[in-house]
């Protein structure tokens, strides 16, 4: 796997529509990631070494501009060990299948039966909790947040009253159209 990795080119950016765009090598790869194919095989290829340390110093030269809002299982213990706040986002399996049936059925997949996904979602939990590079795990600094029976609106919502807890004043944005942060 180590050679795929040679030159890889991670971009994330921003689509006209708001939503977030991933390139890699200039290829936009943000609808094949987000595949089912694709989900079901994270944890067997994130499981590698070679590939947690590539995609890590990538995340952190991105980190390094400022200004990064990152999600991600091992982003506030092994990527961002130093950031100003991390949260840790949880809801049951139950939960999680339920969403995750929703973004397929509106992605246009196959919905699986909901006991499926939630085994789906608990096999790959388990794999991540117990790799040995970066393992999913709470960070000790992380706040936790329990998203069950929250809207998206509502987990945005929380984690934007955590932010201005925790990070210097000076560091937000102005929410005035067209003004920008000092």
Known sequence: MEPLLEGLELELSTAAAGGQQVHINGHDVTAAIRSPEVTGQVS???????????????????????????????????????????VFLTATTAERARRRALDLEQRGFAVPPLAELEAQIAERDHLDS???????????????????????EAVIERLVDLFRQRVPHDAWADPRPGASAP
Request: charged letters at 20%.
């Open 44 to 86: 067997v290829v994130a499981a590698h070494g070679c590939v947690r340390t590539a995609l890590t110093r990538q995340q952190q030269a991105m980190g390094e501009r400022g200004g990064l809002v990152a999600e991600g299982r091992d982003i506030g213990t092994a990527v961002f060990p130093d950031a100003e706040l991390k």
């Open 130 to 152: 117990s790799r040995a590079v970066a393992p999913l795990t709470q960070a000790a600094d992380a706040v936790e947040l329990i998203t069950d029976g929250l809207s998206i």
